[in-house]
Antibody, heavy 119, light 108 residues
Framework: EVQLVESGGVVVQPGGSLRLSCAAS????????MHWVRQAPGKGLEWVSL????????YYADSVKGRFTISRDNSKNSLYLQMNSLRTEDTALYYC????????????WGQGTLVTVSS | EIVLTQSPATLSLSPGERATLSCRAS??????LAWYQQKPGQAPRLLIY???NRATGIPARFSGSGSGTDFTLTISSLEPEDFAVYYC??????????FGQGTKLEIK
């Protein structure tokens, strides 16, 4: 059974930093591209970032480019999101999502970790 | 950026009725469109990918159609567990994935 478990969400002040983690199990982690997708309270879904199976390629939404960094450790079956220069508009539930393949749709999602940016 | 516009924003129907949800793209996405279902307090679930393919474990009452800029998700006969928010998503403009704003399917 595929499982994705996010952690690391907290309340942080504007301008602060945070690192989210996602622990994956139930599938061959290093076969798949992985994503972060976020959802602001009461709002819709926004794709944030993706990383290729080997970590060699990363992409970001314009809204986070230059501030967020996605990474993975295939030896630990883990995905990460380093978030710097946080803004109030980054407040959201952050989901880790597995790609169906290598640049496809999101076929499994974690339950999310809540990041609140507030003074 | 490809903008996806879903309609209606809210759809009120009764169990057993047929639901038709629409997603329109600002430019052609070919067949690179998916539908997700999200229930309160839960993560989204992939229902349909590449416009018309049901994901693993998805009941046959869910079907998708369309190509280019106009897409439809149809639920043939609503079950009580189908009342949720539905999102469309495109991957045509990879890696700049975008989602629609959602359609809330509520019990009438």
């Amino acid at each position: 059974e595929v499982q994705l478990v996010e952690s690391g969400g907290v309340v942080v002040q504007p301008g602060g930093s945070l690192r989210l983690s996602c622990a994956a199990s139930g599938f061959t982690f290093d076969d798949y591209t992985m994503h972060w997708v976020r959802q602001a309270p009461g709002k819709g879904l926004e794709w944030v970032s993706l990383i290729s199976w080997d970590g060699g390629s990363t992409y970001y939404a314009d809204s986070v480019k230059g501030r967020f960094t996605i990474s993975r450790d295939n030896s630990k079956n883990s995905l990460y999101l380093q978030m710097n220069s946080l803004r109030t508009e980054d407040t959201a539930l952050y989901y880790c999502a597995k790609d169906k393949g290598k640049g496809d749709y999101f076929d499994y999602w974690g339950q999310g970790t809540l990041v609140t940016v507030s003074s | 950026e490809i903008v996806l516009t879903q309609s209606p924003a809210t759809l009120s129907l009764s169990p057993g009725e047929r639901a038709t949800l629409s997603c329109r793209a600002s430019q052609s996405v070919s067949s690179y469109l998916a539908w997700y279902q999200q229930k309160p307090g839960q993560a989204p679930r992939l229902l349909i990918y590449d416009a018309s393919n049901r994901a693993t474990g998805i009941p046959a009452r869910f079907s998708g159609s369309g190509s280019g800029t106009d897409f439809t998700l149809t639920i043939s006969s609503l079950e009580p567990e189908d009342f949720a928010v539905y999102y469309c998503q495109q991957r045509s403009n990879w890696p700049l994935y975008t989602f629609g704003q959602g359609t809330k399917l509520e019990i009438k």
